[in-house]
């Protein structure tokens, strides 16, 4: 188990030349900052199913609400490659042990938000997508947080990330050699004011979960995976500006704010 977390990365972020023309699209935040503090770990999901550099430009289409990525000068559809490559893919990153992903904006493959989605033969774009490959990740992998390129350049949004994704390390480290109840309470009680700090609806709910779960007889190894769905899902909202939590006066019991 790595000592410093590792992150799945839009190859072209990290600086490689993969993107259909052949150029890169560096985020120097990454390589030149970030770097030193976290394992990147490029993907390129068009150069994975054999796509090449360079190459013809995709989109996403929706027609009769079907999705495909196109190749709109010819209509090669490369949904079918894409849907299977990721899958793959998004099993191997969790189970390689990253703990986040940073996704590049924009890309009817990458694209996390607001990516453009055609329908028939308009060519006016609607910004309501999600890239095939982010779609897949984030569908199979709710407990790792994500984030795009322009959340970097936001002081606020990328503190959050890292934050998540030092708790997810810590979580994996705890886990490596696997669950049982005592753990999944001692790392539950170890992040209480991470968690109080940042989202403290999920505080009280998690340590029901844990007590419900196992009640029901509930696997820890699911209990955990649960655990950090729960929270991350509950994380991906910024904290709110000023107090959100603080201690109960003369009990030294921690308590969400009203603020
Ligand atoms: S956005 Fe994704 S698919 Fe496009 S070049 Fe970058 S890594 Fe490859």
Redesign the pocket.
């Known amino acids: 188990m790595s000592n410093i977390p590792k992150i799945g ?5 990290a600086g ?1 030349k ?3 023309n052949g150029d890169a ?1 560096e985020s120097r935040i990454l390589s030149r900052k970030w770097s030193d503090h976290v394992e990147l770990v ?7 199913i054999g796509m090449g ?1 360079p190459r013809p430009k995709i989109r996403l289409v929706k027609n009769d609400g079907k999705l495909s990525l196109i190749n709109p000068k010819n209509g090669d559809d490369f949904t079918g490659k894409m849907l299977e490559y990721s899958e793959i893919q998004s099993d191997l990153l969790a189970s390689s042990g990253i703990c986040g992903f940073v ?2 904006k ?6 996390l938000d607001r990516v453009k989605v055609y329908r028939g033969d308009n060519p006016q774009a609607v910004r309501e997508g999600r ?1 095939l ?1 982010a779609m897949v990740f984030t569908s199979l992998n709710p407990h790792i947080p994500v984030i795009e390129e322009g959340g970097l350049t936001e002081p606020k949004q990328a503190e959050h990330f890292l934050s998540r994704v030092h708790f997810f390390h810590e979580w994996q480290i705890l886990g490596n050699t696997g669950w049982d109840a005592k753990k999944i309470i001692q790392f539950h009680n170890e992040n209480k004011l991470f968690l109080l700090s940042r989202a403290p609806q999920i505080e009280r709910f998690l340590e029901r979960m844990i007590a419900t779960r196992f009640d029901e007889g509930a696997h820890p190894e699911n209990v955990a995976l649960e655990y950090m769905t729960e929270a991350q899902q509950a994380l991906n909202v910024l904290t709110k500006k000023g107090r959100i939590a603080h201690y109960g006066k003369g009990t030294g019991e921690i308590l969400p704010s009203t603020n």
Do not use: H, W
């Open positions: 990365v839009s190859a072209c972020l490689q993969v993107r259909y699209a490029p993907i390129c999901p068009e150069v994975g550099v996704f590049k924009d890309s009817a493959s990458c694209g890239g490959f």
